[in-house]
């Protein structure tokens, strides 16, 4: 059986999203009882973001690159972060590992493709909504992405940072988050949403909306899970 190492703690609430969809995703498949082999690195969220906040990708991807050696060395096979913003230095992140890394931004992708989807709308905290890590991948399937404006990406932060990391999921925020999705869905003809941050789907998986959302967590986890089974 190959062996899953994850590096989560990014934040914690999406890390135990991960670990349980995993394993039900796992059950579903497999129907025999036994269970997947993961091993979980969980670090420092607010070391990670203080990096990115700084613009130090060369002192982030030396954190990020260690954290996962520590799982190759624990006897990972294959391995993911989970969670959208370290894919900013993904490229360097594989290019380092000793072991195989699932891109979340790939995985999402493909999905948009099997739903035909080719203009969508992208959530997830300021490193991603204003990088262009998502948008030089959906290029190349051409896809196009639309972020939400500057003031709605600043409150999109701030929840995401001040409420969804730490486990805080509030009424209000969904309505305000579907108001943001339905101007995105009118004003700029968006056909989905990537929910581009793995707290996102916490709030936001159950809530209805006139267009579909991309689970990036869902998402990552069935690539997971389909290299696990290969």
């Known amino acids: 059986m190959k062996t899953l190492g994850i590096v989560g703690g990014i934040g914690p609430e999406s890390t135990v999203d991960y670990y349980r969809s995993l394993v039900q995703m796992w059950r579903e498949q497999t129907k025999d ?8 690195n969980s670090i420092d969220l607010k070391k990670m973001l203080d990096l990115f906040a700084a613009k130090a990708l060369a002192e982030v991807t030396v954190y990020l690159s260690g954290a996962m050696e520590r799982l190759a060395r624990a006897g990972a096979d294959v391995g993911l972060f989970a969670a959208n913003t370290p894919h900013i230095v993904f490229g360097e992140l594989q290019r380092r590992s000793s072991i195989p890394l699932i891109s979340i931004v790939e995985a999402t992708r493909e999905a948009a493709e099997e739903l035909g989807l080719r203009r969508l709308g992208l959530f997830g905290t300021r490193f991603t909504m204003q990088g262009h890590f998502y948008a030089d991948v959906f290029s190349k399937a051409g896809i196009a992405l639309v972020v939400p404006e500057e003031n709605e990406q600043r409150y999109i932060h701030d929840i995401y940072m001040n409420e969804l990391v730490k486990g805080v999921f509030l009424p209000e925020t969904r309505q305000r988050l579907l108001a943001i999705v339905d101007r995105l869905a009118k004003q700029e003809h968006a056909q989905g949403l990537i929910l581009a941050g793995t707290e996102l789907p916490l709030i936001l998986r159950e809530a209805a909306c006139a267009i579909p959302f991309l689970d990036t967590t ?5 690539a997971a899970l389909r290299r696990l089974l290969s």
Do not use: D, R, W
Request: aromatic fraction near 0%; hydrophobic fraction near 45%.
């Open 218 to 222: 869902q998402i990552h986890a069935k």
């Open 33 to 40: 009882g036994s269970a997947p082999s993961i091993l979980l």
